[in-house]
């Protein structure tokens, strides 16, 4: 990436990137960090080995503070808009907390 220094970058929840880009158009500025956790078993079907259940905790700021629609629609572009999250057969269950309160 352009202006970091080698060694700087560290990896973000891409709910977050999601977020930041859609709060960035909406004129807000984010910082945030999250948790990501998955069940691992064999699938019943094929008998493969694949993530039944995961589960994304994010917590997030931003400024300034939107009203409560606001802060739920930019939460369901996030998630609309995460790539890995789209890419996976099984969908992550997202948890928000965005500026103190807890959104789902």
Do not use: Q
């Not at 977020?19 to 064999?42: E, F, M, N, Q």
């Not at 629609?69 to 890995?84: I, M, N, P, S, T």
């Amino acid at each position: 990436m352009v202006g970091r220094a080698p060694g700087s970058l560290r990896p973000r929840p891409l709910p977050l990137t999601s977020l930041d880009y859609h709060a960035h158009r909406a004129g807000l500025a984010s910082a945030g960090s999250g948790t990501a956790r998955g069940i691992v078993t064999k699938r019943g079907g094929d008998g493969l080995y694949a993530l039944v259940e995961i589960g994304v905790d994010l917590e997030v700021e931003l400024d300034p503070p939107p009203s409560e629609g606001a802060v739920l629609e930019l939460v369901g572009k996030a998630e609309r808009d995460c790539f890995v999250g789209n890419s996976l057969s099984t969908k992550p269950r997202y948890s928000w907390t965005v500026n103190g309160t807890e959104i789902r």
